[in-house]
């Protein structure tokens, strides 16, 4: 239990930074959709389809793989060669992503401005060298600077941004004859969005100065390859993760059954703005997910590891059910981060998300056999399925049925993903899991969700929505406590109350 509690702890740390992080990011939202609307919402959720996808291929699988290598080879020798990896292949990507910039603009349905693919090539660069720094302080146990410098980094592209959209344009009308005035374009907002991020990728990377040039030029040849080798499954992995993740928004510009391209980019913007509402299960998959990493590695040579593996998936489901519930039964609250009343029309795709991002979590948790089994071209396997499923079914829906079928497609996907994952993780790396109890726990949150939709339904009045809510949210978190009271009364401050 001493593994979970420090789990728990350094999570809550990187869950801390990543949630007030994105929660800041999330809040821009409705702030981003009041200046930029409909279209311009969806054309830099265009270009935030496409850096994700050139993150992928920049770091190659380079975090994971410097994980798994600490362990087993000099840590000093592997953060050099991991360093001056990723140093030498960004520099070179960034010049090819910089002569191709006009291409890739057409392919995003930006041509008109491609300055905005030389911006994101920009991010993209900066974000890839702070790679190993971040990666060096999770495996140092220093959660607090990752905190720091995460949150550091969104307050100053919250900052930027404000200055850019807000200031800018106030200055601009009071002083016509100002330096700003005759610098600001107020045609070219998706632009800032992106300068603005540019500023945070680099103040970042400068806050990581001294984990960055800690490294010596001394390149290991041999663990170089072993880096590749174990790290490029885990890239084709990602890449196909993308298309499950982001590239569906890409489609949706493309094959939206709408008459215009203006229109087609409203589509991606409102399902771009109301997939913001699955941010509580995302932020839970991605703290774990730092948290977790590492974890997993030093636990690996425990005779408890898998038990241990099985209750920390246990303590994941439940948190996500919660998350689940959170969420949906108080949506008419969420949806008010949407400022554009007219994008709620895409609110029936937020349950579908949800339980689609907590298939992801799940699908996460497991791929630990491949991980430790040196076997990641089985998640390349795994997440190429995925991929195909995606495009298949956006391929054959979108045009029919426009983000919704980008929703289930989603949904299929990460299903699928974590239904093979367990399959096949099992007959490699038995971890007895408790799979009736976790199934069971996801199908009751889901119900309560249901009972809940047509009660509001049947009684559309506040006092009986959010009534109704909070006693079925209360009902099922008792229902957990007393069903894992055993596990509980284990967990500090929690287990006080359960003894």
Not at 273 to 283: F, G, M, P, T, V
């Amino acid at each position: 239990m001493s593994g979970i509690k420090k789990l728990a702890g350094q999570t809550i740390w990187y869950g801390a930074s990543s949630i007030a992080a994105r929660f800041i990011n999330y809040l821009l939202t409705p702030y981003l959709i009041l200046m930029l609307g409909k279209v311009w919402y969806g054309e830099q959720s265009l270009i935030y389809s496409y850096i994700p996808f050139m993150n992928v291929v920049f770091t190659y699988g380079m975090e994971t793989a410097f994980f798994r290598f600490t362990q087993i080879q000099d840590k000093k020798t592997v953060f050099n060669t991991s360093s001056i990896s990723l140093l030498s292949s960004s520099l070179l990507l960034s010049m090819l992503l910089i002569g191709f910039h006009v291409p890739i603009s057409r392919i995003l349905m930006v041509e008109a401005h491609p300055e905005y693919v030389l911006l994101a090539s920009g991010i993209i660069f900066f974000d890839a060298l702070s790679t190993i720094p971040f990666a060096k302080l999770r495996l140092d146990g220093k959660p607090r600077k990752f905190a720091f410098v995460k949150i550091s980094g969104i307050l100053v592209n919250m900052g930027s941004l404000y200055f850019f959209l807000s200031i800018c344009p106030q200055i601009a009308k009071e002083k016509p004859d100002s330096l700003i005035a005759f610098l600001f374009d107020k045609e070219w907002l998706v632009g800032y969005v992106f300068v603005a991020n540019l500023i945070q990728s680099i103040v970042t990377l400068l806050l990581l100065s001294k984990e960055f040039f800690s490294f010596n030029f001394k390149f290991d040849k041999i663990v170089w390859r072993q880096l590749v080798l174990y790290g490029l499954p885990i890239m084709i992995a990602g890449f196909a993760g993308m298309i499950n993740e982001t590239f569906d928004r890409i489609m949706l510009g493309w094959w939206a059954p709408v008459s215009s391209e203006d229109a087609a980019k409203a589509e991606v913007g409102i399902y771009s703005a109301c997939y913001k509402l699955s941010l509580l299960i995302s932020l839970s998959v991605q703290a774990f997910r730092m948290g977790a990493e590492p974890f997993f590695f030093k636990q690996s040579t425990s005779e408890n590891a898998p038990r241990t593996y099985a209750r920390v998936m246990k303590f994941f489901v439940i948190t996500l059910c919660l998350m689940f519930l959170f969420v949906m039964l108080y949506v008419d609250l969420w949806k008010y981060f949407i400022t554009d009343h007219s994008m709620w029309i895409g609110l029936k795709v937020v349950p579908v998300l949800l339980l689609a991002n907590m298939f992801l979590g799940i699908y996460y948790n497991l791929s630990i056999w491949y991980k430790l089994g040196n076997k990641t071209i089985a998640g390349a396997y795994i997440t190429l399925i995925g991929a195909g499923v995606t495009l298949l079914i956006n391929y054959l829906f979108i045009p029919a049925y426009s983000y919704v079928a980008c929703a289930w497609a989603t949904f299929a996907c990460y299903g699928i993903m974590m239904v093979v994952s367990y399959v096949w993780g099992q007959k490699n790396y038995r971890i007895p899991y408790a799979k009736n109890k976790l199934i069971a726990y996801i199908i009751i949150a889901v119900i309560c969700y249901v009972i809940h939709y047509f009660v509001k339904e049947q009684f559309p009045v506040s006092w009986v929505n959010y009534g109704v809510a909070t006693l079925l949210f209360l009902l099922y978190f008792l229902f957990i406590l007393r069903v894992e009271k055993r596990e509980f009364a284990q967990l500090p401050v929690i287990g006080q109350f359960l003894k």
